[in-house]
């Protein structure tokens, strides 16, 4: 299914600090800085208030994502809700408990 980047991580059983940047919905787009993977698979709500119900349609390069956007310990996360893929034309939903954190490894972010 193509070259995806780091399997799903771990999330801390209990998060410390929990805090919505947002009550709307916000839309951001999956970018990369550097070449090598094809899209992120979801992480598991960093929040623990979802399980992470499968890892269907993750996000590929350049895909717009839209949800809720959270602080976890200090860290910025979507809540993703919806996934369009890139040249896509139909905005799908996202699994229950799907999220991307706004930076990964120096590779990917959120915009």
């Avoid at 980047?5 to 600090?17: G, R, W």
């Avoid at 709500?45 to 809720?68: E, I």
């Amino acid at each position: 299914m193509g070259n995806t980047c780091a399997s799903t991580s771990a999330i801390k059983e209990q998060p410390q600090v929990i805090k919505m940047s947002s009550d709307g919905t916000q839309e951001v787009s999956l970018k990369k800085q550097r070449p090598g993977c094809t899209g992120m698979f979801w992480r598991p709500d960093p929040t623990g208030q979802v399980k992470l119900a499968s890892n269907d349609n993750w996000p590929r390069d350049g895909a717009k994502l839209r949800g809720k956007v959270v602080e976890v310990d200090g860290k910025k996360w979507m809540l993703a809700t919806q996934v369009l893929q890139k040249g896509g034309s139909d905005w799908l939903p996202a699994p229950a408990g799907a999220a991307l954190p706004f930076e990964y490894d120096n590779h990917y972010y959120l915009e």
